[in-house]
């Protein structure tokens, strides 16, 4: 979860690379005296044992949710280079692009498309983005950052029944929801170009959240590219770079991961797999380093792109795709 940008430290290279660890020091150890570690949160019979369940730093709501978003069109966007990576839903015929340089900052985004509420979520420390329908019990709940982690995941709480959902898992794993699975959407992270060249009447998410915030600058600094993990995960796997990039996809009990580095040996589009008894197309796009998974009728699944060390966290029995010649 992304560390709130302040002032006090003039140098760059100071503020962007040791910032954040010295934040979360010292946020764990004021935590002791200023707030409980489990942010209020009741994690009595909770699916995870407690002790798996860590402090991410920022209180309950510390790092705010956008509740209230609003869109321009993307003939009007200035703030968004070629390249810059978001995430890109289409429900209803509607498009919608959530820039992933606001997200590292709010990690959830409570939208409403068509009266249906729908809650875009992004966890900056797993590089996983999901999207989610939250009607629950007839009500349309909204959802929140707890502060709180399992796996290095965020987890989400609903402000309506206050239980705590693991974004990965996409299941409630305490309070009065427990069990509850929620209703994944395909959600798409690739390139900004990318998306504008597919969905060229697009909404994107605007700068103007309500919040000061420096969008341009990655609260993280190399953090996507190098090997650090910031908090402890159940499982690790050395099989490959920690932050390589997978598209992690479920169906049934059963979890497989294709990563983009063989994706990208195929030198080719379109790629046929096989995988609990479904036949799959993956549509790669390796310039933009982007993946869209389908099934036999040509219906995209969900599936999620994240880095391979936090798939592997949740899913140490995963299958994982291997390019053969």
């Not at 409570?110 to 420390?125: G, H, R």
């Not at 796009?285 to 060390?309: C, R």
Request: aromatic share 14%.
């Amino acid at each position: 979860m992304p560390i709130p940008n302040f002032t006090l430290i003039e140098s760059r290279w100071a503020r962007w690379i040791l910032y954040p660890f010295f934040f979360i020091i010292i946020s764990y150890l004021l935590s002791e005296h200023s707030f409980s570690n489990d942010n209020g949160f009741d994690l009595t019979g909770s699916l995870i044992p407690a002790d798996q369940i860590h402090h991410g730093g920022p209180p309950r709501d510390g790092i705010p949710s956008i509740d209230k978003p609003h869109f321009v069109k993307a003939k009007n966007v200035s703030f968004l280079k070629p390249n810059d990576r978001i995430l890109g839903l289409v429900y209803k015929g509607i498009a919608r692009a959530y820039p992933i340089k606001i997200l590292n900052y709010h990690e959830i985004v409570n939208d409403n498309i068509q009266q249906q509420a729908i809650i875009i979520s992004y966890c900056p420390l797993c590089g996983s983005g999901m999207a989610f329908k939250t009607k629950m019990n007839h009500k349309d709940n909204t959802f929140g950052v707890s502060g709180l982690l399992y796996n290095s995941d965020m987890l989400l709480y609903d402000r309506e029944s206050e239980s705590l959902w693991s974004q990965i898992l996409s299941k409630a794993i305490s309070g009065k929801m427990k069990g509850t699975q929620l209703d994944s959407l395909v959600l798409q992270n690739t390139t900004w170009k990318n998306w504008l060249e597919r969905n060229p009447t697009t909404d994107v998410l605007s700068t103007d959240t309500g919040y000061r915030r420096d969008y341009s600058q990655h609260p993280y600094g190399q953090y996507d590219i190098n090997q650090a993990i910031y908090f402890p995960v159940k499982y690790s796997s050395a099989r490959f770079h920690p932050k390589e990039r997978v598209f992690g996809i479920t169906i049934g009990k059963l979890h497989k991961a294709y990563p983009m580095s063989e994706l990208s040996k195929q030198n080719k589009s379109i790629i046929t797999d096989t995988f609990s008894g479904e036949r799959l197309s993956i549509e790669f796009d390796a310039e933009n380093q982007s993946a869209v998974i389908y099934n036999s009728q040509h219906k995209a699944l969900p599936s999620t792109t994240l880095f391979w060390f936090a798939w592997y966290a949740f899913h140490p029995e995963t299958e994982i795709y291997k390019y053969k010649k």
